[in-house]
C-alpha cells in the first residue's frame, strides 16, 4: 500500500512563507488534500483539489504539486496558523484513503 | 449548516466492542460519503472507513476483520463496531462527510466537515 510522507517538524518566523510538503507515489495520480489541526480541535479543511480553499479559509493558504510531492504553502505565517497540517490522499493500488504523518507547524 | 455529533461509551473493556453512533444534522445522509477517522492520542490520523448512504462500505485493511460501519437514514445517523479491541484502540474518534468532487482531471474527495470527536479509552 501506498504512504504519504511529512516533516515532523517545521518552523516559521511570524510573517515569513513557509512551505510543508507531503510526498507519495499516489500524489502522481490524485490531489493531496491538507487540514489544519489545533490542540484540542476537530481538523479543518484547508485546501482541496489543485488549490481551493473552502468558504473562511484565508487566502495565505495555497496548494500546488509536482510529481509525488504536493505542498501546502503559507504565505504570511500568522501566530495563529500554528497547528498541525495533515495531508491525506487515495492508495493508488486499491483506492483507500491515506494519510500522511502530520508536520507540526511552530510560528516563531 | 451541516453537523455532526458523535456519540457513545467513553470507556469500553479489553476485548469486547466499540459502538459510536454519527448523527448528522443540517443535510440529508441519504447522499454524500460517511466515515469514521480516529487518533491516538499524540499520533497522526487514521482513517478507519466509510459508507455510502446506499450501504456500500470501504475499510481500512489494517481494520477490516474488526469493523463494521452501518447507515440508518431514517435516523440521519450512522455507527461504528470495532470488535475485540485492546488498548491499541485507545483514540479519539472523528465522524466526517467525505465530499466528492469534480475538476478536469477527474473525481475527487475530502473530508470537509467534522464533527468534534469523542474520546475513546479501551481499559479493565
Known amino acids: 500500500s501506498s504512504e504519504l510522507t511529512q516533516d515532523p517538524v517545521v518552523s516559521v518566523a511570524l510573517g515569513q512563507t513557509v512551505r510543508i510538503t507531503c510526498q507519495g507515489d499516489?500524489?502522481?495520480?490524485?490531489?493531496a488534500t491538507w487540514y489544519q489541526q489545533k490542540p484540542g480541535q476537530a481538523p479543518v479543511l484547508v485546501i482541496y483539489?489543485?488549490?481551493n480553499r473552502p468558504s473562511g479559509i484565508p487566502d495565505r493558504f495555497s496548494g500546488s504539486s509536482s510529481g509525488n510531492t504536493a505542498s501546502l504553502t503559507i504565505t504570511g505565517a500568522q501566530a495563529e496558523d500554528e497547528a498541525d497540517y495533515y495531508c491525506?490522499?487515495?492508495?493508488?493500488?486499491?483506492?483507500?484513503?491515506?494519510f500522511g504523518g502530520g508536520t507540526k507547524l511552530t510560528v516563531l | 449548516q451541516v453537523q455532526l455529533q458523535e456519540s457513545g461509551p467513553g470507556l469500553v473493556k479489553p476485548s469486547e466492542t466499540l459502538s459510536l453512533t454519527c448523527t448528522v444534522s443540517?443535510?440529508?445522509?441519504?447522499?454524500?460519503?460517511w466515515s469514521w477517522i480516529r487518533q491516538p492520542p499524540g499520533k497522526g490520523l487514521e482513517w478507519i472507513g466509510y459508507?455510502?448512504?446506499?450501504?456500500?462500505?470501504n475499510y481500512n485493511s489494517s481494520l477490516k476483520s474488526r469493523v463494521t460501519i452501518s447507515v440508518d437514514t431514517s435516523k440521519n445517523q450512522f455507527s461504528l463496531k470495532l470488535t475485540s479491541v485492546t488498548a491499541a484502540d485507545t483514540a479519539m474518534y472523528y465522524c466526517?462527510?467525505?465530499?466528492?468532487?469534480?475538476?478536469?482531471?477527474?473525481?475527487?474527495?475530502?473530508?470537509?466537515?467534522w464533527g468534534q470527536g469523542t474520546m475513546v479509552t479501551v481499559s479493565s
Open positions: 466526517s462527510r467525505l465530499w466528492g468532487y469534480y475538476d478536469s482531471s477527474g473525481y475527487y474527495d475530502a473530508f470537509d466537515i
Open positions: 443540517g443535510v440529508s445522509i441519504s447522499s454524500f460519503y
Open positions: 459508507i455510502y448512504y446506499s450501504g456500500s462500505t
Open positions: 499516489s500524489l502522481r495520480n490524485y490531489y
Open positions: 483539489g489543485k488549490n
Open positions: 491525506n490522499s487515495r492508495d493508488s493500488s486499491d483506492n483507500h484513503v491515506i
